[in-house]
């Protein structure tokens, strides 16, 4: 489980995209977002957590890795 931190992540719309561009790269992954928190958690993904705070940060916002939980 990958944990982000998305700074400028603030409505629905945000999180819709920020969860989009997640399941468009791993497309067997959930995606939990919080917006008041500005987190966003990600489990169920194969790939590394750099690759996939590329994919948030191509979409518009910036992602900062947290790290894993198990």
């Not at 982000?4 to 969860?19: H, I, L, Q, R």
């Not at 791993?26 to 169920?44: C, F, H, I, N, Y």
Request: with cysteine.
């Amino acid at each position: 489980m990958y944990h982000f931190k998305v700074d400028k992540m603030g409505c629905g719309g945000c999180a819709k995209s920020v969860t989009r561009a997640v399941v468009d790269i791993e497309p067997g992954a959930q995606v939990e977002v919080d917006r008041e928190a500005k987190l966003v958690t990600v489990s169920g993904a194969a790939g590394p957590s750099d690759r996939i705070a590329q994919a948030i940060a191509a979409a518009g916002y910036p992602a900062e890795p947290l790290g894993t939980t198990a």
